[in-house]
């Protein structure tokens, strides 16, 4: 779970009684404003109806910070986060996709967040996209509120799957985040161990902007909405240290759900337009590699998913 007593940025998520947890947001920041704000909104949820899981996926007990950990590992078959990772309840995991017309997921960003995931959890019967609904429109100038997001997600999670099967469900919206200031914009938004938004109209306005060469602006949008993907599912799976265990500390525990590791997709500057400036750095120097996850998050996955 991630910590309501963060020293920042801690609120609710929406105005009942209910609570909700692990609210991911990313935000574009200037770098003097980020430095002084934690881009990830904590707030507590209700374990979602949906899963009956209360998001930890398991514990590691006798490990030294920072050193690699001989410790045994204990796996909550029940939590969702190890159901994502292990094919122990869950032999086939889909991507249950809704979508607003025209602000569709790239086929090139979607292939190669499934080769990632194919990559690093244990589905033998495999990962699969299905574009699922068609989202009304609210226009370019919508700003949704948290509560518009919750129902939105909570009337349209509905794919019919079988019992081998777990269901992540991702958002791709237009319009823009009613928490969008001056100095930041939110690009993604995950929460519940089970639902992600993108917001794609907003990732969309910052890498086509004037910085990015435009012979470079369809491969920068790519790689920057390949990556915010990515960091949101990395929340949903609970990284770092949020329901997934570390096997060596990497966390920024000062910033909370991130890792210390500028190479790594989950490091905490990436929520903001750094992750687009490194992008496009790489493309001007013709290295088209994409922020994805470092040895220390893939070794948390690992630990679980390789666990007896």
């Avoid at 980020?34 to 881009?39: A, D, I, N």
């Avoid at 919750?150 to 009613?178: P, R, W, Y």
């Avoid at 928490?179 to 914009?185: E, F």
Wanted: with cysteine.
């Amino acid at each position: 779970m991630y910590r309501e007593n963060s020293p920042r940025l801690t609120k609710k998520a929406r105005l009942t009684t209910l609570e909700r947890d692990t609210i991911g947001i990313h935000l574009i920041e200037t770098l003097e404003l980020s430095m002084k704000l934690q881009f990830l909104l904590l707030a507590l949820l209700v374990p979602f109806a949906a899963c009956g899981d209360d998001g930890s996926g398991s514990s590691i007990r006798d490990g030294a910070p920072g050193q690699q950990s001989d410790a045994t590992i204990v796996i909550d078959e029940e939590s969702r986060v190890a159901q994502y990772i292990r094919s122990t309840t869950y032999s086939k995991m889909v991507l249950e996709i809704d979508s607003v017309p025209g602000f569709e997921p790239r086929a090139a960003a979607q292939s190669k967040l499934l080769g990632q995931l194919d990559s690093i959890l244990d589905k033998p019967d495999g990962i699969t996209v299905v574009n699922d609904g068609t989202l009304t429109s609210r226009g370019e100038d919508h700003a949704w509120t948290d509560a518009e997001l919750f129902a939105l997600a909570d009337e349209n999670f509905d794919l019919a799957v079988d019992d081998q099967t777990i269901k992540m469900h991702v958002l791709f919206i237009d319009g823009s985040s009613a928490r969008d200031t001056n100095s930041g914009r939110i690009l993604g938004l995950a929460w519940s161990n089970t639902h992600l938004v993108m917001f794609k109209q907003t990732i969309e306005d910052t890498c086509s902007s004037n910085l990015t060469p435009p012979l470079l602006r369809e491969s920068l949008c790519e790689g920057a909405e390949f990556s915010i993907w990515l960091h949101e599912v990395g929340h949903l799976l609970g990284l770092v240290n949020t329901g997934l265990s570390m096997v060596n500390d990497h966390q920024d525990e000062e910033r909370g759900a991130h890792d210390v590791s500028d190479a790594c997709v989950m490091y905490w500057a990436y929520e903001g337009e750094a992750a687009v400036d490194v992008l496009r750095d790489r493309l001007i120097g013709g290295n088209q590699e994409a922020l994805e996850f470092d040895a220390e998050c893939l070794a948390d996955i690992a630990a679980v998913r390789d666990a007896p």
